[in-house]
């Protein structure tokens, strides 16, 4: 898409080096030299004229770095493919509240390229310039793209976690005081980004990438829609899983999740609700018993009850509600009962935000058959026996005092300090302040950060197409705000929204991976497919990881809003005893 400024760039540059490719260099001490002049090849020739290369060395090939146990586990036994690994710095400048701020990124180029493009989404509050290996959750890259050929980059999003996390200005999240550190993480440092990659693809190969990926999940699955909607002929393909794309109103969501759990901890002496007790609102054998009642309620919904919602669409309150109140207590709390408090309490909080005269500020959340799992309790009370605290309260509620309202409030740092503050959260009154503006900050929160629209008409012109996986049980993100936002595309393209977008709902899931669901499926691949072979695809192949109920359990992953449902006979293992129905 758009790829003629590349090529243009390309010619120059070759012609001022006396090469077009390093294709052409063995993998030997001079790809070495090739890759470190990279830096002054380019000189004067970026896109934005700051650029600098800080480094670019060549990486022969060999097996990836073992992947961090905390987190996603991609397959890093298949080898690398010799490349050329640059690290490059732009747009660095003083912001408004005193800080250095610049935006990073590091790619890689391999030597055997398949001539494809992938920019690798990132996550959370971002500040850390990523390994750009393409290996990502959520979007079934478990072998990272680097050794299937693919140019590969990653960024920091405009800010550095190791430079720009003032502990006085909530630490990580202290970029939220400037305005240019927070719409170049919302999606300006995208395009930034993309185009230097670009340029230097085509130089470093004599060719324009013949096609433009970008992949993510979560924080990565906003910026997939952003540049969607942003830079529309910027990808030829973008998968956004678990997307946030409305970031600001989630975290608002986390917040009254935190007041609502955080009601059921007795407060100490001081009258403070310590943050360390919130994981024992609901014990381990609690949320199984809610787990439980939600099977118990929808799970033969789908044709065989088999530990998945997967007919996710007819799971209300109406069916669970009553299920939930025969596990009430009749007398204390023993772990073999919910309190009446604690179903209120989760009541409240699958039914989202809302201000005192019932006004919704997000959307629901489903039940699933995930709720309850360790992926939704860290988010929502925290895990007792890790000693995890509740990632509503350190990152959502960060998030919200300092990156999505106007202005931003300094809150302490601690957890303690955040769970306070959102404890004493006023929905009537301060709610709005994400779509307010003062000065500095000319945008308001939602206009930067949300990614929502339906209107996506400059990327479905150019024909790009879009993949949406997301989580039934995600307790971050919920899947119904993607699945209202894919009706309003539907609807403004006279139900022609799938030939551009196709969502897949996955039962069981928590945040882009993870819960009892079979997570293992590769959008990419059937992204790639559709881009490049025109096959837009009906359902996803998934597979149960080890640690699922079901190890190796196969299901199709149906586009909505189609859902699997049990043919009657097979067994409940395989993915070919289901078909992908509608109704």
Same mark, same amino acid.
């Given at each position: 898409m758009n790829e003629w400024r590349y090529s243009g760039i390309a010619a120059a540059i070759a012609a001022l080096s006396g090469c077009t490719s390093l294709t052409d260099v063995a993998p030997t001490a001079a790809v070495g030299d090739r890759c470190a002049a990279f830096a002054s090849t380019l000189q004067g020739h970026w896109p934005d004229a700051s650029t600098r290369v800080t480094s670019a060395v060549f990486v022969p090939e060999g097996p990836a770095p073992a992947p961090d146990p905390r987190?996603?586990?991609?397959?890093?036994?298949? #080898?690398?493919?010799?490349?050329?690994?640059?690290?490059?710095?732009?747009?660095? =400048?003083?912001?408004?509240?005193?800080?250095?701020?610049?935006?990073?990124?590091?790619?890689?180029?391999? /030597?055997?390229?398949?001539?494809?493009?992938?920019?690798?989404?990132? @996550?959370?509050?971002?500040?850390?310039?990523?390994?750009?290996?393409?290996?990502?959750?959520?979007?079934?890259?478990?072998?990272p793209a680097l050794a299937q050929g693919y140019a590969v980059v990653s960024q920091d999003s405009g800010h550095d976690n190791a430079v720009n996390s003032d502990p006085a200005m909530g630490g990580a999240v202290a970029f939220g005081f400037d305005p240019q550190a927070r719409r170049n993480y919302a999606y300006a440092s995208l395009g930034a980004v993309t185009d230097a990659a670009k340029a230097a693809i085509a130089t470093f190969y004599g060719s324009a990438p013949r096609y433009s990926y970008f992949a993510g999940c979560s924080k990565g699955g906003q910026e997939g829609l952003a540049v969607a909607h942003r830079y529309p002929d910027a990808f030829d393909g973008i998968v956004a899983a678990a997307p946030g794309m409305s970031l600001p109103r989630a975290a608002l969501a986390q917040a009254w999740d935190v007041q609502t759990f955080g009601r059921l901890v007795p407060p100490g002496p001081d009258g403070v609700r310590p943050f360390g007790q919130l994981a024992n609102a609901f014990s381990t054998s609690e949320l199984g018993i809610v787990r439980q009642a939600i099977l118990k309620a929808c799970d033969a919904k789908d044709g065989v009850a088999d530990g998945l919602v997967a007919h996710y669409g007819q799971c209300g309150n109406e069916d669970v509600l009553p299920v939930l109140r025969s596990f009430a207590c009749t007398g204390q709390r023993n772990g073999q009962c919910l309190s009446n408090l604690q179903i209120d309490a989760l009541v409240r909080s699958m039914a989202g935000p809302r201000k005192s005269d019932g006004l919704p500020l997000y959307v629901r959340f489903p039940w699933d058959g995930g709720v309850g799992e360790p992926g939704w309790a860290v988010w929502k009370v925290g895990l007792a026996k890790e000693g995890v605290p509740a990632l509503s309260i350190v990152v959502g509620g960060s998030a919200l005092s300092a990156i999505f309202q106007t202005p931003p409030k300094l809150v302490a740092a601690d957890p303690?300090?955040? /769970?306070?503050?959102?404890? @004493?959260?006023?929905?009537?009154?301060?709610?709005?302040?994400?779509? =307010?503006?003062?000065? #500095?900050?000319?945008?308001?929160?939602?206009? /930067? /950060?949300?990614?929502?629209? #339906?209107?996506?008409?400059?990327? =479905?012109?150019?024909?790009?197409?879009?993949?949406?996986?997301?989580?039934?049980?995600? #307790?971050v993100f919920s899947l119904e705000d993607t699945l209202q936002w894919y009706r309003e595309v539907d609807a403004r393209y006279a139900g022609k929204g799938a030939d551009t977008v196709r969502v897949f709902p996955v039962p069981g899931m928590n945040h882009c991976e993870g819960g009892p669901s079979t997570d293992r499926y590769d959008a990419f691949a059937a992204m790639v497919d559709w881009v490049e072979r025109g096959r837009a695809p009906e359902q996803l192949n998934a597979v149960a990881a080890a640690a699922s109920p079901w190890p190796g359990r196969t299901r199709p992953i149906c586009r909505y809003p189609a859902y699997a449902r049990y043919k009657g006979q097979g067994d409940v293992e395989k993915k070919e005893s289901f078909e992908c129905v509608r109704g």
């Open positions: 987190g996603f586990q991609y397959d890093s036994t298949v #080898p690398l493919k010799a490349h050329c690994d640059v690290q490059a710095i732009m747009a660095e =400048r003083q912001g408004v509240d005193g800080q250095s701020y610049a935006i990073k990124f590091h790619l890689r180029l391999p /030597m055997e390229w398949n001539g494809r493009f992938l920019f690798q989404g990132g @996550g959370g509050t971002n500040g850390d310039i990523g390994n750009a290996l393409g290996a990502l959750a959520g979007v079934g890259l478990v072998t303690q300090g955040m /769970m306070q503050w959102q404890m @004493g959260y006023d929905f009537d009154r301060d709610a709005d302040a994400i779509y =307010r503006v003062a000065a #500095p900050f000319p945008t308001s929160g939602w206009d /930067m /950060m949300s990614a929502r629209s #339906p209107d996506i008409d400059g990327f =479905r012109a150019a024909g790009g197409k879009l993949i949406v996986p997301h989580g039934a049980a995600d #307790p």
